[in-house]
């Protein structure tokens, strides 16, 4: 597999000076295309930091960030922008969906901020709607949907345009554990059919849906575990 991502002591300070706080400290990982990576760790942990850093929301303090070989971390929002729009489908816990919209709308609007031809925009978001198990719902607006179908426009949304990663923050946060279930599953299918998913999460066992676990601990990763060469080292 060929690395995706390569992160190298990565640190982010706020309040740089007598009050500062480290958010990251430190931080090395690589993540190779093709992987499931769940980063779990409690509030103030830095996994939403993290999260902003692999997003290109955000730049280190220090440290790089190569994302498929090309060094973001010191890049313009211009340029993060581009990267963002190009690299990366986001799935937010909140849905983040404009409620005036429909459902094929609202997953075509970011290929209109992309400039892809309306024809090829409307085929996309049609194919990405289906993908979900939404194609009876494309004309209905998010406040006739319920959050678990809303969820799933988000990741249409994300995964209209075949951006090699995903990354998912609290996408179950919102949603009852059906939904949640479905959710998962639609990510793990993604997943198998060659997706990257990143997946932020606080939930353990949301976490162990992931087939590595990356826990992140006072700015520091506290431990990286890959769950299959674990069960392949147990036969």
């Not at 990576?37 to 930091?49: F, L, R």
């Not at 986001?90 to 709308?105: H, K, M, R, Y």
């Not at 892809?116 to 998010?142: D, I, S, W």
């Amino acid at each position: 597999m060929a690395g995706l991502i390569e992160i190298r002591d990565m640190c982010k300070i706020y309040n740089p000076g007598e009050n500062e706080v480290w958010a990251l400290n430190r931080v090395s990982l690589t993540v190779n295309e093709g992987e499931f990576v769940a980063i779990i760790g409690q509030s103030g942990s830095g996994k939403s930091t993290l999260m902003n850093m692999l997003g290109c929301l955000d730049v280190p303090t220090a440290g790089t960030y190569l994302l498929q070989g090309e060094d973001v971390s010191r890049m313009s929002d211009d340029e993060l922008s581009y990267i963002r729009n190009k690299e990366i489908g986001f799935v937010f816990q909140g849905f983040n969906l404009i409620q005036s919209l429909t459902a094929i709308e609202n997953v075509e609007l970011p290929l209109i901020y992309r400039k892809v031809p309306k024809n090829q925009r409307r085929e996309l978001a049609v194919k990405a709607l289906e993908r979900v198990g939404l194609g009876n719902r494309m004309t209905h607006k998010p406040s006739e949907m319920s959050g678990g179908q809303q969820q799933r426009v988000a990741i249409a949304r994300a995964i209209a345009q075949a951006p090699p990663i995903i990354l998912a923050d609290e996408p179950t946060g919102n949603l009852d554990s059906n939904s949640s279930k479905e959710i998962m599953g639609i990510l793990k299918g993604l997943n198998e059919e060659g997706r990257t998913i990143i997946l932020i999460t606080h939930d353990s066992d949301i976490a162990m849906e992931a087939k590595r676990i990356i826990h992140i601990k006072d700015g520091r990763i506290d431990y990286d575990e890959v769950k299959e060469a674990q069960y392949e080292q147990s036969e």
